[in-house]
C-alpha cells in the first residue's frame, strides 16, 4: 500500500509541477511541451528528484496511449474546410516528405556517427517526421494567427504523416535484424496496409461514433468518455491489423468533430483537458527515461544533425515536394521551418531498443536530443518566424467566448459575449441600441454581467468598461458585435495596410474595376468577374491573405464563405504599399 501511495503522490506532484509550470511558459518564450519535459528531466536521476526509470516497455505503452488521445482531440478540432486548400500538399508531405527528409538525413547521420548506413538511416526515420502533439500545441497556443493554407498543411502533415515514419523504422529494424526478410515488396505491403486499414478503421468508425453521438442521450460527462473509449478501439483494432492506428483515430476524430450535435460541446470541453493530461504525463515520462548525462556523450553529433534537419534536409524535402502547388517563397520556407519534432520521434526511438537493436540507446539519446533542440529552437520562433515571413494575419475581430444550446439533434443556438473596452462604442449605451444596429430581429441581447453579476435590463442601463454583454447572434455578425465593443486588439492601421484600404465586391467586372483606377488587365480578364480573375492569378485555393498584384495594385482577399468561394476581396494602392513581390 505504500508503494502504490508513493506513487500516487510522485505522479501528482508532478504533473502538479508541469501545469504550475505552463504559467511562466510564456514569459520564458519557451515551448510549453519543453516545460514538461524538464520536469521530468529534473525528477529523473541526474535531477535533484533521483527517481530512477528506465522502464521502455511501460514507457512506450504511456507515448502511445497519450500520442491516441493527442490525435484524437486535434482531429475534433480540425475544421474539414481545411482540407480544400491543403489535404494534396499535406499528402505529398506526409509521404514524400518523410522519405526524402530521411534519405538526406541518414546520409548525413551515417557520416556523422560514423555507423553502419541501415543504422544512420533508421536514426534518420526516427526524427524524419513532425509530430501532432508539438504542432498542434504551438500552433494553436502561440498567439499567432496563420494564414489558413500553412496552418491546415501543417496541421494535417503532422497528424497523417505518422504511418510513414513507423513504417520506415519497423522495415529498416526488420532489415537490421533479419536481413533475409527485407525486400521492396514486402515493403510496399506494408504501406499500403498501414495507410489503407488506417484511413478505412477511421472512416468507419468515425461514422459510427458520430452516429452514437446524435442518438444517445447521456449524463454530459459520459459523451467525451464514448468518444474516447471508441478512439482508443479503433487505435487498437487497426494496430492489430497492421494499419495505423494513429491515423485511424485522426481521421476519427474529424469527422466526429465535424459532424456536431448537442453533444459536441461537452466533447470538445472534456477533451481539451484529457489531451493536455496526455502530452503533460507523456512528456514527463519520456523526460524522466532519459538520462541527461548520457545526452552529453553525443550533445556535438546531435547538434550537427539538428541544424542539418532543420536547414537542409527538411527545407529540400519540402521545396521539392510542394513544388507543384505554387507556393510562395515565404509560405515554403515557414513550411520548412515549423518541422518540429516531439514526442512522436521520442517513442519512436523506444521501439529499437526494446527489440534489441545493436546500439539502439545510441539512437534514442540522439534521438531526445534532436528533440529538445527542435522544441527549443524552432518551437520557440514560430511567432518570430511567422511575422518575418509574413505569413502572419492581423488579429481577427472576435468575442470574448462563445457558446451554443443546442435546442434539437441538428438545431443550435450561437451565444457570444463580448466585453466592453474603454472608448469603444458600446461604452455608455445600452445593449438594445447596439444591438438595434442590425437586422430586425437577427441580433438580441440575452444578459449582461457586471462584476460577476447579472444586470437589469431595464431602459436606463448603459454600459461600463468591463462589462460583460451576451448576444444571441449569427455567426456573419460576430466580426460587426467585436467591432463596437473593442473586444479584439485590432490594429485598424495594421489592417489596412494588410489588406488594403478599399473593400472591393468579388462579383464586380475586372474591367470596371480598371477602368475606375486607371490600370491594364491582360485579355478576356476585363469581362470576368474578380473573384474569378484572382483565382486564375493565383492558380491555387485561396485563402484569406492570399494577393496578387496587378499594375501595381494588389488585390487581396479578406475573407472566405462557407462554401470555399471568395466572400470579400480589399484593394491596395500603389500611392499606399508597393507592390509586394512573393
Known amino acids: 500500500m505504500t508503494t502504490i501511495s508513493t506513487l500516487f503522490l510522485l505522479a501528482g506532484l508532478l504533473l502538479f509541477i508541469s501545469v504550475l509550470a505552463s504559467t511562466v511558459s510564456a514569459?520564458?518564450?519557451?515551448?510549453?511541451?519543453?516545460?514538461?519535459?524538464?520536469?521530468?528531466?529534473?525528477?529523473?536521476?541526474?535531477?535533484?528528484?533521483?527517481?530512477?526509470?528506465?522502464?521502455?516497455?511501460?514507457?512506450?505503452?504511456?507515448?502511445?496511449?497519450a500520442l491516441a488521445v493527442i490525435l484524437l482531440d486535434g482531429g475534433?478540432?480540425?475544421?474539414?474546410?481545411?482540407?480544400r486548400v491543403a489535404l494534396k500538399p499535406a499528402a505529398v508531405l506526409a509521404t514524400w516528405g518523410v522519405i526524402g527528409t530521411v534519405a538526406l538525413l541518414g546520409v548525413f547521420a551515417t557520416w556523422v556517427l560514423d555507423v553502419d548506413w541501415r543504422l544512420g538511416l533508421l536514426l534518420a526515420a526516427i526524427v524524419g517526421s513532425t509530430d501532432a502533439a508539438a504542432v498542434f500545441a504551438l500552433l494553436r497556443h502561440s498567439g499567432v494567427r496563420l494564414n489558413e493554407r500553412v496552418k491546415s498543411t501543417l496541421e494535417i502533415e503532422s497528424g497523417s504523416n505518422d504511418p510513414m515514419a513507423i513504417l520506415l523504422v519497423t522495415v529498416l529494424v526488420e532489415i537490421l535484424l533479419h536481413p533475409e526478410r527485407a525486400g521492396v515488396a514486402a515493403f510496399a505491403v506494408?504501406?499500403?496496409?498501414?495507410?489503407?486499414?488506417g484511413l478505412l478503421f477511421g472512416l468507419v468508425g468515425g461514422k459510427i461514433l458520430a452516429a452514437l453521438l446524435r442518438r444517445l442521450n447521456l449524463a454530459e460527462g459520459l459523451y467525451a468518455l464514448l468518444i474516447l473509449s471508441g478512439g482508443l478501439l479503433i487505435v487498437g483494432a487497426a494496430n492489430l491489423l497492421?494499419?495505423?492506428?494513429?491515423?485511424?483515430?485522426?481521421?476519427?476524430?474529424?469527422?466526429?468533430?465535424?459532424?456536431?450535435?448537442?453533444?459536441?460541446?461537452?466533447?470538445l470541453r472534456v477533451m481539451d483537458g484529457l489531451a493536455w493530461l496526455a502530452q503533460a504525463g507523456m512528456f514527463v515520462v519520456l523526460g524522466l527515461l532519459v538520462t541527461p548525462s548520457h545526452l552529453a556523450d553525443h550533445a556535438w553529433e546531435a547538434l550537427a544533425m539538428a541544424l542539418f534537419l532543420m536547414l537542409v534536409a527538411r527545407p529540400l524535402a519540402v521545396m521539392i515536394g510542394l513544388l507543384p502547388f505554387r507556393y510562395t517563397r515565404n509560405e515554403l520556407a515557414f513550411v520548412s521551418w515549423v518541422g518540429l519534432r516531439g514526442a512522436v520521434p521520442?517513442?519512436?526511438?523506444?521501439?529499437?531498443?526494446?527489440?534489441?537493436?545493436?546500439?539502439?540507446?545510441?539512437?534514442?539519446?540522439?534521438?531526445?536530443?534532436?528533440?529538445?533542440?527542435?522544441?527549443?529552437?524552432?518551437?520557440?520562433?514560430?511567432?518570430?518566424?511567422?511575422?518575418?515571413?509574413?505569413?502572419?494575419?492581423p488579429p481577427a475581430d472576435e468575442p470574448h467566448d462563445r457558446r451554443e444550446v443546442w435546442v434539437g439533434?441538428?438545431?443550435?443556438?450561437?451565444?457570444?459575449e463580448y466585453r466592453v473596452a474603454a472608448g469603444s462604442a458600446a461604452e455608455g449605451r445600452h445593449p438594445d441600441d447596439l444591438a438595434a444596429e442590425f437586422a430586425s430581429g437577427e441580433v438580441r441581447c440575452i444578459a449582461a454581467v457586471r462584476d460577476?453579476?447579472?444586470?437589469?435590463?431595464?431602459?436606463?442601463?448603459?454600459?461600463?468598461?468591463?462589462?460583460?454583454?451576451?448576444?444571441?447572434?449569427p455567426e456573419t455578425t460576430v466580426?460587426?458585435?467585436?467591432?463596437?465593443?473593442?473586444?479584439?486588439?485590432?490594429?485598424?492601421?495594421?489592417?489596412?495596410?494588410?489588406?488594403?484600404?478599399?473593400?472591393?465586391?468579388?462579383?464586380?467586372?475586372?474591367?470596371d474595376l480598371a477602368a475606375a483606377y486607371g490600370f491594364a488587365l491582360a485579355d478576356g480578364e476585363a469581362g470576368q468577374r474578380l473573384d474569378v480573375v484572382l483565382l486564375e492569378r493565383l492558380g491555387r485555393p485561396a485563402v484569406v491573405g492570399d494577393r496578387v498584384g496587378i499594375a501595381g495594385f494588389v488585390l487581396v482577399v479578406r475573407a472566405m464563405g462557407d462554401d470555399g468561394r471568395i466572400a470579400g476581396i480589399g484593394l491596395k494602392c500603389p500611392v499606399a504599399l508597393p507592390l509586394l513581390e512573393d
Request: aromatic share 8%.
Open 27 to 65: 514569459r520564458l518564450g519557451l515551448p510549453l511541451l519543453l516545460l514538461f519535459l524538464g520536469v521530468g528531466m529534473l525528477a529523473g536521476e541526474d535531477g535533484p528528484g533521483g527517481i530512477l526509470f528506465s522502464d521502455f516497455f511501460t514507457a512506450n505503452f504511456v507515448g502511445q496511449l
Open 452 to 473: 460577476g453579476k447579472a444586470l437589469e435590463m431595464g431602459g436606463e442601463l448603459r454600459l461600463r468598461p468591463g462589462d460583460g454583454v451576451w448576444f444571441l447572434a
Open 242 to 267: 497492421d494499419g495505423s492506428g494513429l491515423l485511424a483515430v485522426y481521421i476519427a476524430g474529424v469527422i466526429v468533430g465535424n459532424r456536431r450535435s448537442h453533444a459536441t460541446e461537452h466533447v
Open 190 to 197: 506494408l504501406l499500403l496496409k498501414q495507410a489503407g486499414i
Open 479 to 511: 466580426e460587426r458585435l467585436a467591432r463596437l465593443f473593442g473586444a479584439a486588439t485590432l490594429d485598424i492601421g495594421r489592417n489596412l495596410s494588410f489588406f488594403g484600404e478599399f473593400a472591393v465586391a468579388p462579383d464586380c467586372l475586372a474591367g
Open 76 to 83: 475534433l478540432r480540425t475544421d474539414a474546410a481545411t482540407f
Open 409 to 416: 439533434e441538428e438545431a443550435a443556438l450561437p451565444l457570444f
Open 346 to 393: 521520442v517513442v519512436l526511438a523506444i521501439f529499437p531498443v526494446v527489440m534489441g537493436v545493436p546500439d539502439s540507446r545510441l539512437l534514442f539519446d540522439v534521438a531526445f536530443s534532436v528533440v529538445l533542440l527542435s522544441l527549443l529552437v524552432q518551437g520557440a520562433t514560430i511567432p518570430a518566424a511567422a511575422r518575418l515571413l509574413k505569413v502572419e494575419l
